[in-house]
Each structure stands twice: as C-alpha cells, then as structure tokens.
C-alpha cells in the first residue's frame, strides 16, 4: 500500500501571503488529522477530519482552515502567514477518528515564511 | 488536559550501550503509542501498547505499558547508530483527540 503523501514538499512564502497544503491518506484511511511541528512547541495538533467533517480543532487562529474531500484527501489553508507560521506541517491517517488510534504520518511540508 | 511526560529530553550516547526513554502521564490512557522520526521526515509508528503490564518487542527495542496505564517506557539495548532520532509517546486524549509527548531526541555515536 502506498503510504501518506504530502504535496508540496517545501515552500517558501512571504508575510501576509496564504498557502494551501495537501495530503492525500493511505487508501481506506478515512481520518486526517493535521499537526504543526516546531522545534519550540513539538507537535500540536491543529485539526482532525472524518469523512469530510472536521471533527477536531486544536488551538489555532482561524487563520488555520482545513476541508476533506468524498476521497478522503484532504487540504489545509493558512491565510495571512506570519513568521511564527514558519514549521514542519504534518499530515497523517488512520482508518477512523484518531482518538489514540494509530497513525500513520507523511513526509510532511516544511514551511518558512520570510 | 491529559499530558504525556517525556524523560530525558535528549540523550546522547556510544555505540552499544543501553537506554531507556520514559513517557508518564497522571491520566489513565486506553492505549500509548511509540513513533521514531527522522530529521526532515514524519513520524513512523514503532508499537501500540494496549493492556496494562503488557510488554512487546520489536528486536532490539522493549516496549512496556504501566500496569496502571498511566506510564510507558521504551529500552534500547545495544544502541546503533540507526537507532538516533526523535522519540514520541501518544495516547488518546479527551475530546477525542491524540495527544503527543515532546520526545525524546536520541543521539547514538558511532
């Protein structure tokens, strides 16, 4: 099976700019759950969605959106980027909502923000 | 708020000798997983520890749940250089959420 795959890999962006990040799960995976990574803060959880509801919101600005699409892929929208939005952002799956369920991660995208 | 304690927070050791990771909560978690990562790459799930005092092991790595199910712990014996990476805890939090320990940066010298 192919594992969770992250598009794009790398980005680089500049203040006030948005962006849009995109994961698509291991086949039959119906949960995505997004995270932040920053050397400071470790992994934070920003949002979960079951198919195609956001069933789970971190402590983020609303600046941080997300949708899941009928094949369970799914995109994360940041608008208004900041430096702090500057971190490896995660995507992972798992076959229902993630409640201490296994996960399974992608390579992530690393954003920095200029 | 449920939280995961990771202890030590980095660790760096020789080839071959032996350590033990700790992740320590107050909650009760139904499960507690272990992910290792890599620099510049996500985290890759090692085990999933569900009953209490239950032991698994995965080669070289032990993995023991808390009888209480409260704490996990992760032993490597004879440490490589391929073992150097991030170590996470993560178990089932409220609100139906994963919650995930700091980690435990492991660095093995050759």
């Known amino acids: 099976k192919a594992g969770v795959t992250q598009t794009p890999r790398y980005l680089i962006k500049t203040r006030g700019q948005q962006v849009t990040l995109s994961c698509s799960p291991i086949s039959g995976h119906r949960s995505v759950s997004w995270y932040q990574q920053t050397p400071g803060q470790g992994l934070q959880f920003l949002f979960e969605?079951?198919?195609?509801?956001?069933?789970n919101k971190g402590n983020f600005p609303g600046r941080f959106s997300g949708r899941q699409f009928s094949n369970s892929r799914s995109e994360m929208n940041v608008s208004t980027l900041e430096l702090g939005d500057s971190a490896l952002y995660l995507c992972?799956?798992?076959?229902?909502?993630?409640?201490?369920?296994?996960?399974?991660f992608g390579p992530g995208t690393r954003l920095t923000v200029t | 708020t449920q939280l995961l304690e990771q202890s030590p927070q980095f660790l760096s050791i020789q080839e071959g000798e032996n350590l033990t990771v700790y992740c320590n909560s107050s909650s009760v978690f139904s499960s507690l997983q272990w992910y290792r990562q890599e620099p510049g790459e996500g985290p890759v799930l090692l085990v999933t520890v569900v009953t209490g005092g239950e032991v698994k092991k995965l080669k070289r790595l032990t993995f023991q749940f808390g009888d209480a199910r409260k704490d996990s712990s992760l032993h490597i014996t004879a440490a490589q250089p391929g073992d150097t990476g991030l170590y996470l805890c993560a178990g089932g939090g409220g609100g139906f959420k994963t919650i995930f320990g700091a980690g435990t940066r492991l660095f093995v010298k050759a």
């Open positions: 969605y079951f198919s195609e509801t956001q069933r």
């Open positions: 992972a799956s798992s076959l229902g909502p993630q409640q201490g369920r296994e996960q399974y």
